[in-house]
């Protein structure tokens, strides 16, 4: 996936790092670094729940070797979005895309880009407003629920089913599935708060900070081995 982005030739076979190899680097290497793009969109500032890019990148370098690098704020109008193969978008509200963000982005995702969003705290308003303006993107290929089926669910944890906190229900994920690959996920049980504040700020409801951690890094151990 990520190799055809610009500026990041082969970062998807060092990635793999994360799937268990101990290959211990003295020597910095630029390519082996964990890229988060934190996006700012519409008239969102990306600062929503505002730790959870700082703690996503945790996760990850404590499953792995790679180093881990400051998050980056990007606007989807930005030309430093092609330099980052792996985004984060987070929210409570309702929003609606521009056409020149519509634009830039549909080129990000088809050029390799991989795309992860959070609702913030079990707020209906971004998970419903995400499902419509991505579906938006590619009209012949809208959201849809990801089945338990899929290997994201397995990419580094097993995770057989995930059970909301506050409801008897299951938990899916949802995403875009661009010409036979997924190129952006979300979640809309809070899944941000948990696995960066322990839940507290969602008042127990979603995902559980256990399943949360597993599932975030599941999602990008997904997005940057694929």
């Known amino acids: 996936m990520c190799s055809s982005l ?9 990635i793999l790092l994360l799937c268990g190899a ?8 630029p390519l082996a670094t964990f890229f988060l793009g934190r996006i700012k ?11 959870v890019g700082q703690d996503l990148m945790r996760l990850v370098s404590r499953a792995s070797t790679l180093r881990v690098q400051q998050e980056k704020k990007v606007r989807l109008t930005d030309p430093e979005l092609f330099e980052t193969p792996f985004v984060f978008m987070n929210g409570h509200n309702d929003f609606v895309l521009t056409e020149a963000e519509m634009e830039v982005l549909r080129k990000y995702l088809d050029r390799g880009g991989f795309f992860f969003a959070s609702g913030c705290c079990t707020n209906p308003n971004f998970p419903k407003a995400w499902r419509r303006e991505f579906s938006r993107l590619f009209p012949a290929e809208p959201v849809k629920p990801l089945p338990y089926d899929h ?4 990419s580094f944890y097993n995770i057989p089913r995930l059970r909301s906190v506050h409801e008897n229900r299951e938990i899916l994920l949802e995403g875009v599935i661009r010409k036979g690959n997924l190129v952006a996920v979300l979640c809309e049980e809070g899944l941000c708060c948990s696995f960066s504040m322990n839940n ?6 979603g995902v559980s900070p256990d399943d949360g951690q597993k599932l975030a890094l599941n999602i990008a151990v997904y997005a940057l081995t694929h």
């Open 22 to 29: 101990a290959m211990a680097q003295e020597a910095p290497d």
């Open 41 to 51: 969109y519409s008239q969102n500032d990306g600062n929503d729940c505002g730790g």
């Open 151 to 154: 290997l994201i669910y397995r």
């Open 6 to 14: 610009i500026g990041v030739p082969h970062l998807c076979g060092i």
């Open 200 to 205: 507290k700020c969602n008042d127990g409801k």
